[in-house]
Protein backbone atom coordinates (compact mmCIF):
# COMPACT_ATOMS: atom_id res chain seq x y z
CA UNK A 1 0.00 0.00 0.00
CA UNK A 2 2.86 2.44 0.61
CA UNK A 3 4.07 2.10 -2.87
CA UNK A 4 0.89 2.75 -4.07
CA UNK A 5 0.60 6.21 -2.07
CA UNK A 6 4.23 6.78 -3.08
CA UNK A 7 3.84 6.64 -6.47
CA UNK A 8 0.26 8.39 -6.59
CA UNK A 9 2.08 11.60 -4.04
CA UNK A 10 4.78 11.99 -7.00
CA UNK A 11 2.84 12.15 -10.07
CA UNK A 12 0.54 14.71 -8.05
CA UNK A 13 3.54 16.74 -7.74
CA UNK A 14 5.15 16.14 -11.21
CA UNK A 15 1.77 17.15 -12.41
CA UNK A 16 1.79 20.51 -10.29
CA UNK A 17 5.54 21.03 -11.70
CA UNK A 18 4.01 20.80 -15.01
CA UNK A 19 1.64 23.33 -14.55
CA UNK A 20 3.91 25.52 -12.84
CA UNK A 21 6.19 25.64 -15.45
CA UNK A 22 3.61 26.28 -18.64
CA UNK A 23 3.75 30.12 -18.14
CA UNK A 24 6.59 31.11 -18.54
CA UNK A 25 7.45 28.18 -21.14
CA UNK A 26 4.78 29.36 -23.11
CA UNK A 27 5.43 33.26 -22.73
CA UNK A 28 9.01 32.18 -23.82
CA UNK A 29 7.83 30.41 -26.49
CA UNK A 30 6.19 33.39 -27.85
CA UNK A 31 8.29 35.57 -27.48
CA UNK A 32 11.08 33.53 -29.44
CA UNK A 33 8.56 33.75 -31.83
CA UNK A 34 7.88 37.40 -32.40
CA UNK A 35 11.32 37.93 -32.09
CA UNK A 36 12.47 35.73 -34.46
CA UNK A 37 10.08 36.80 -37.23
CA UNK A 38 10.77 40.12 -36.30
CA UNK A 39 14.52 39.55 -37.14
CA UNK A 40 14.05 37.69 -40.32
CA UNK A 41 11.79 40.86 -41.55
CA UNK A 42 14.31 43.09 -40.79
CA UNK A 43 17.50 41.14 -41.17
CA UNK A 44 18.85 41.54 -37.64
CA UNK A 45 21.22 39.09 -36.77
CA UNK A 46 22.25 39.69 -33.06
CA UNK A 47 21.82 36.41 -31.05
CA UNK A 48 21.88 38.34 -28.16
CA UNK A 49 18.34 39.91 -28.74
CA UNK A 50 15.60 36.70 -27.98
CA UNK A 51 17.40 35.80 -25.06
CA UNK A 52 17.46 39.24 -23.13
CA UNK A 53 13.36 39.58 -24.29
CA UNK A 54 13.01 36.04 -23.44
CA UNK A 55 14.31 36.37 -19.88
CA UNK A 56 12.53 40.00 -19.49
CA UNK A 57 9.40 37.89 -20.31
CA UNK A 58 9.96 35.05 -18.22
CA UNK A 59 10.83 37.34 -15.17
CA UNK A 60 7.90 39.12 -15.33
CA UNK A 61 5.44 36.15 -15.96
CA UNK A 62 6.94 34.84 -12.44
CA UNK A 63 6.30 38.04 -10.68
CA UNK A 64 2.82 38.39 -11.88
CA UNK A 65 1.66 34.41 -11.61
CA UNK A 66 4.25 33.55 -9.17
CA UNK A 67 1.99 33.83 -6.38
CA UNK A 68 -1.11 31.64 -7.78
CA UNK A 69 1.39 28.99 -9.18
CA UNK A 70 2.61 28.66 -5.85
CA UNK A 71 -0.61 27.67 -3.84
CA UNK A 72 -1.19 23.97 -5.31
CA UNK A 73 2.07 23.19 -4.74
CA UNK A 74 2.32 24.40 -0.83
CA UNK A 75 -1.49 22.72 -0.32
CA UNK A 76 0.40 19.67 -1.83
CA UNK A 77 3.45 19.56 0.29
CA UNK A 78 1.60 19.75 3.39
CA UNK A 79 -0.85 17.20 2.24
CA UNK A 80 2.22 14.78 1.79
CA UNK A 81 3.85 15.95 4.74
CA UNK A 82 1.11 15.05 6.70
CA UNK A 83 0.56 11.35 4.85
CA UNK A 84 3.89 10.62 5.53
CA UNK A 85 3.40 8.78 8.90
CA UNK A 86 1.20 6.45 6.86
CA UNK A 87 3.49 5.49 3.99
CA UNK A 88 5.98 4.00 6.28
CA UNK A 89 3.52 0.78 7.22
Same mark, same amino acid.
Given at each position: ??????????????????????????? @?? /??? &? !? $? #?? %?????????? =?? *????????????? @?? /??? &? !? $? #?? %?????????? =?? *?????
Amino acid at each position: MANNALIEQLQAMLGIVMIMALPPLLG @AM /AVG &L !L $V #GL %LQAVTQVQDQ =SL *PVAFKLLVVIAIL @AV /AGP &L !L $V #GP %LVRLSGQLFD =SF *PGMTR
